[in-house]
């Protein structure tokens, strides 16, 4: 089994930075494709941001394109999300998965799950 642990969230200024980590113990993360998603008040949880077991293929919701940036370290055994220009529409309960399926935009396509760490970013 793979256990993941969200770090990062927190409340920031619209047009501010995060970094979200998501640290994986119990097994490696090299084996597997690794997405976030998010979650809203008020709305189903959504595909954020993917990429391949190697780091290929990284894959983005246009919401966020160009502003966000998935990557891994596959030595620390972590993945990353890199959020610039960040805007109130963004603040959710962000989730990060692992799966076998290179990038997979689906929840489906996901075995693990982190508990989540909220981001809240202000007008």
């Known amino acids: 089994q793979v256990q993941l642990v969200e770090s990062g969230g927190g409340l920031v200024r619209d047009g501010g930075s995060l970094r979200l980590s998501c640290a994986a113990s119990g097994r490696t993360l090299s084996s597997y494709a690794m997405g976030w998603f998010r979650q809203a008040p008020g709305k189903d949880r959504e595909f954020v941001a993917c990429i391949g077991r190697s780091g290929s293929s990284p894959g983005y919701v246009d919401s966020v394109k160009g502003r966000f940036t998935i990557s891994r370290d596959n030595a620390k055994n972590t993945v990353y999300l890199q959020m610039n220009n960040l805007k109130p529409e963004d603040t959710a309960v962000y989730y990060c998965?692992?799966?076998?399926?290179?990038?997979?935009?689906?929840?489906?396509?996901?075995?693990?799950w982190g508990q989540g760490t909220q981001v809240t970013v202000s007008s």
């Open positions: 998965a692992a799966g076998w399926i290179n990038c997979p935009v689906a929840e489906s396509g996901y075995e693990y």
